[in-house]
Each structure stands twice: as structure tokens, then as C-alpha cells.
T-cell receptor
Framework: EAQVTQNPRYLITVTGKKLTVTCSQNMNHEYMSWYRQDPGLGLRQIYYSMNVEATDKGDVPEGYKVSRKEKRNFPLILESPSPNQTSLYFC????????????FGPGTRLTVT | AQTVTQSQPEMSVQEAETVTLSCTYDTSESNYYLFWYKQPPSRQMILVIRQEAYKQQNATENRFSVNFQKAAKSFSLKISDSQLGDTAMYFCAFTRLNTGTASKLTFGTGTRLQVTL
């Protein structure tokens, strides 16, 4: 089954404790992206990657890091989480050609206390 | 930069009735895609319908249809014969047509739709 997976689905952590949210896709997509969703703001792009070893900032990159060492994986790293990073996070992927449809993971609910 | 505006934070409709969700956008691009995504309580993002800007015909998917007005930069979603399972947050989204680039999805703030008995 073609899908984007994220882990964990739920995470409660404390300020300053480094964490990683994993994202993996099995569709051989070149493009992968991270979004955060906040009430009243919709979804905003954090980082994206056009292919292996090619990442770039989105609209709200502060406080986040990513890496793309393999085509299928695109982890999101919070080295020193803060309460304002409490949010719902989505990973998405799509091919570079075609109808531009992005496939979303199930979301990760992160709470930073 | 592109912007997407959804001016209706919440809407309610009775089962079997028709409801229209509004979306306007601002862009200087001439070729682009527009989407409606549904987010039920499970939080999964589900693609409902897409529209290519170069196509004049409005997209339709079963009970879901759009009214795409390119000159007015308007992209509304009509849900016919509403069902309880349509209860969800609905997001309008925009992306440029050139998919070989880093084109991102720009989302509106969402409309929460409640379908009632």
C-alpha cells in the first residue's frame, strides 16, 4: 500500500529535550516536506527536500532541522524544543512531475511543556 | 507570494442539504493547481478535489464540485446531499503548476463544517 508513515503519532516532552519525528514514504517520491498545523493558521511549511542531500527552508524553519540521507526518509529534528513548537506536524511527499498531488502522513501531535 | 483566504471559520448544514465553502486566493501566476482537503477528527489530510487553472471546466468528484472563477480568483467547494461523514475541517490550498520545482502547498486557515441531523 502506497503510504507516508510518521512516528510517533503522539509525543509529550519537556523544554530542551531533543527529539526526532520520523517520516518515511514507499512511493519513490523525490519531493518531501514538513508542515505544522496550528489553529487559525492552517498548515505552514517548515522544510522541504527535492531529493537526497537537497533540503531547504520553508516558511517557518526556526527551531527545526531536517536531513535527507535516503530517498524514502525525511526526519524532523527539534534540538531544543520550546512550548511554541507545540503543534500538529505533517509529513508529505509527491513526485517532481505529474499532478502535484501531495500525499500526507497521519500527523504527529507534539506537546512541549 | 501566494495567499489563500477562507473567510468562513465555521459552517453548519443539515444532512441531505447542500453547502458551499468559500475560498479566494491571490497570485501573479497564470498556471497553478487548486485543491480542497478534508481533515476529519482522525486528523488525516484527505484530498477531496483538485482543479487545474488552465482547465475551464469545473472539477467534480461524486457529491463534491467546485466553482472555479479564475478572473475573480475564487474557488468554492459545493457539497451536495451532505452526510454525517462530511463533518470535518476543510482546507483550500494552492500550488504553482511547475511541479519540477520546489512548489509548496499554500493553505487557507480552514472551515470547520458540522453536518447535523
Amino acid at each position: 500500500e502506497a503510504q507516508v508513515t510518521q512516528n510517533p503519532r503522539y509525543l509529550i516532552t519537556v523544554t530542551g529535550k531533543k527529539l526526532t519525528v520520523t517520516c518515511s514514504q514507499n512511493m519513490n517520491h523525490e519531493y518531501m516536506s514538513w508542515y505544522r498545523q496550528d489553529p487559525g493558521l492552517g498548515l505552514r511549511q517548515i522544510y522541504y527536500s527535492m531529493n537526497v542531500e537537497a533540503t531547504d527552508k520553508g516558511d517557518v524553519p526556526e527551531g527545526y532541522k531536517v536531513s535527507r540521507k535516503e530517498k524514502r526518509n525525511f526526519p524532523l529534528i527539534l534540538e531544543s524544543p520550546s512550548p511554541n513548537q507545540t503543534s500538529l506536524y505533517f509529513c508529505a511527499s509527491r513526485p517532481l512531475t505529474g499532478y502535484a498531488i501531495q500525499y500526507f502522513g497521519p500527523g504527529t501531535r507534539l506537546t512541549v511543556t | 507570494a501566494q495567499t489563500v483566504t477562507q473567510s468562513q471559520p465555521e459552517m453548519s448544514v443539515q444532512e441531505a442539504e447542500t453547502v458551499t465553502l468559500s475560498c479566494t486566493y491571490d497570485t501573479s501566476e497564470s498556471n497553478y493547481y487548486l485543491f480542497w482537503y478534508k481533515q476529519p477528527p482522525s486528523r488525516q489530510m484527505i484530498l477531496v478535489i483538485r482543479q487545474e487553472a488552465y482547465k475551464q471546466q469545473n472539477a467534480t468528484e461524486n457529491r463534491f464540485s467546485v466553482n472555479f472563477q479564475k478572473a475573480a480568483k475564487s474557488f468554492s467547494l459545493k457539497i451536495s446531499d451532505s452526510q454525517l461523514g462530511d463533518t470535518a475541517m476543510y482546507f483550500c490550498a494552492f500550488t504553482r503548476l511547475n511541479t519540477g520545482t520546489a512548489s509548496k502547498l499554500t493553505f487557507g486557515t480552514g472551515t470547520r463544517l458540522q453536518v447535523t441531523l
